[in-house]
């Protein structure tokens, strides 16, 4: 339909028609009628369906099993962690009359020797005229060697001079001269000193 040559009112002519009309100004005087099947429609947003979302969850990895064969054994650890006694590298007991500073000096010379430090041995002094009482000894301490500088020890441990004996499976001991013996003895610290080599072998 041309409606060329008319001045039109756009209000007007849309009370005419049931659709919407436009005019295109300076371009044509053609009145174009749309209607609303040929408009563009809005596009459509799609609906989510909350069932089909997927949460993809984390996997959880099991805990590491301990086996058997592990670094570390279980009853060994309890053991050492429940143990109330202080490991030492060896346990010294000299008599009370060789606990005198320039004896005393002596001693830590000859275990300095062996590379055994003050604070990885334990000093005992044992009362003149006493025997040691190792296993009361060792009820605080833990250690692999006993070193006796001329104590006396009961018959049940059978300790011989210069001879290094087995005490208990964990324990050996040791007995030697006194330290007033050795050292204004120069065969007695010979004798020594060839056993400590043999008793702490240097690494």
Request: hydrophobic letters at 35%; a neutral charge; aromatic letters at 8%.
């Given at each position: 339909?041309?409606?060329?040559?008319?001045?039109?009112?756009?209000?007007?002519?849309?009370?005419?028609?049931?659709?919407?009309?436009?005019?295109?100004?300076?371009?044509?005087?053609?009145?174009?009628?749309?209607?609303?099947?040929?408009?563009?429609?809005?596009?459509?947003?799609p609906?989510?369906?909350?069932?089909?979302?997927e949460?993809k969850?984390e996997?959880?990895?099991?805990?590491?099993?301990?086996?058997?064969?592990?670094?570390?054994?279980?009853?060994?650890?309890?053991?050492?962690?429940?143990?109330?006694?202080?490991?030492?590298?060896?346990?010294?007991?000299?008599?009370?009359?060789?606990?005198?500073?320039?004896?005393?000096?002596?001693?830590?010379?000859?275990?300095?020797?062996?590379?055994?430090?003050?604070?990885?041995?334990?000093?005992?002094v044992l009362?003149?005229?006493s025997?040691v009482d190792?296993?009361?000894?060792?009820?605080?301490?833990?250690t692999?060697?006993?070193l006796?500088?001329?104590?006396q020890?009961?018959a049940?441990?059978k300790?011989?001079?210069?001879?290094?004996?087995?005490?208990?499976?964990?324990?050996?001991?040791?007995?030697?001269?006194?330290?007033k013996?050795?050292?204004?003895?120069?065969?007695?610290?010979k004798?020594?000193?060839?056993?400590?080599?043999?008793?702490?072998?240097?690494?």
């Amino acid at each position: 339909m041309s409606l060329n040559n008319y001045q039109l009112n756009p209000e007007a002519v849309q009370n005419l028609f049931n659709d919407f009309v436009y005019i295109i100004p300076e371009k044509s005087s053609d009145l174009i009628i749309k209607k609303h099947s040929d408009l563009p429609s809005a596009p459509s947003i799609p609906k989510i369906n909350p069932e089909h979302i997927e949460v993809k969850k984390e996997e959880t990895k099991p805990l590491k099993e301990i086996k058997k064969d592990d670094s570390f054994n279980l009853k060994e650890l309890k053991k050492e962690l429940t143990s109330s006694k202080i490991s030492k590298r060896a346990i010294i007991i000299i008599k009370e009359e060789d606990a005198i500073n320039e004896l005393k000096t002596f001693l830590f010379k000859i275990l300095q020797a062996v590379k055994l430090s003050e604070s990885e041995i334990h000093l005992h002094v044992l009362s003149d005229g006493s025997s040691v009482d190792l296993n009361a000894i060792l009820k605080d301490y833990s250690t692999q060697k006993v070193l006796s500088f001329g104590t006396q020890f009961s018959a049940e441990h059978k300790a011989e001079l210069n001879k290094e004996t087995v005490f208990s499976k964990d324990t050996k001991l040791f007995q030697t001269f006194s330290l007033k013996e050795l050292i204004t003895d120069t065969d007695k610290k010979k004798i020594l000193w060839g056993n400590l080599q043999v008793i702490f072998p240097s690494k």
